[in-house]
């Protein structure tokens, strides 16, 4: 298993990126499936599902596992606090990893998204920070790898 996020890459990079990785899935945990800016348009929804087909890697919406937007709003407001924004952050507050702990990930059951990856390669989960720390991908990661044994490698531009 493999965690990536959205930010440094562009279309290009991002998918030369997973397949240097050998993705063969990836597990979109993002609650807002776009990016703001037109050097992130890729990166929305469509354009990426259309992007991985084409490159051969399946694509998979895991909405149960997005923050809420009261638990982002949490987030950024700490963000505020320390002058740092999403692409800035290096990691996250210790109230939202509680929270998102608690609230999200105590109440899913990971063990089917873990029979549903593919035998073969390697699986990714999708957020938009480029550093895992500063992402819930890292949290589901830990948890994946705390309950399912699963190896977990950050993957970031190269």
């Known amino acids: 298993m493999a965690t990536i ?3 440094g890459f562009d279309a290009e ?7 240097h990785a050998d993705v063969r899935l990836l597990l979109d945990v993002r609650q807002r499936r776009s990016v703001r800016g037109p050097e992130y348009a890729w990166a929305n929804s ?5 992007a991985l087909a084409q490159a051969g890697i399946a694509y998979a919406h ?8 009261e638990l982002r709003q949490l987030q950024y ?7 740092v924004g999403k692409r800035s952050r290096q990691q996250l507050a210790a109230e939202y990893t509680r929270r998102y702990r608690t609230e999200i990930l105590d109440r899913v059951d ?15 989960l999708l957020c938009v920070e480029r ?4 992402c819930h991908r890292s949290l589901i990661a830990q948890r994946l790898a705390e309950q399912h044994r699963v190896t977990i490698e950050h993957l970031g531009p190269m």
């Open 131 to 134: 550093d895992a720390e500063a």
């Open 62 to 69: 895991h909405p149960e596992l997005a923050p809420t937007t």
């Open 46 to 50: 469509l354009r990426l599902q259309a």
């Open 110 to 124: 990971l063990t089917p998204i873990v029979s549903a990856l593919p035998s073969g390669g390697t699986s990714a």
């Open 77 to 83: 407001a700490e963000d505020d606090r320390h002058g």
């Open 5 to 7: 996020g959205v930010y």
């Open 13 to 19: 990079s991002f998918l030369r990126r997973l397949r």
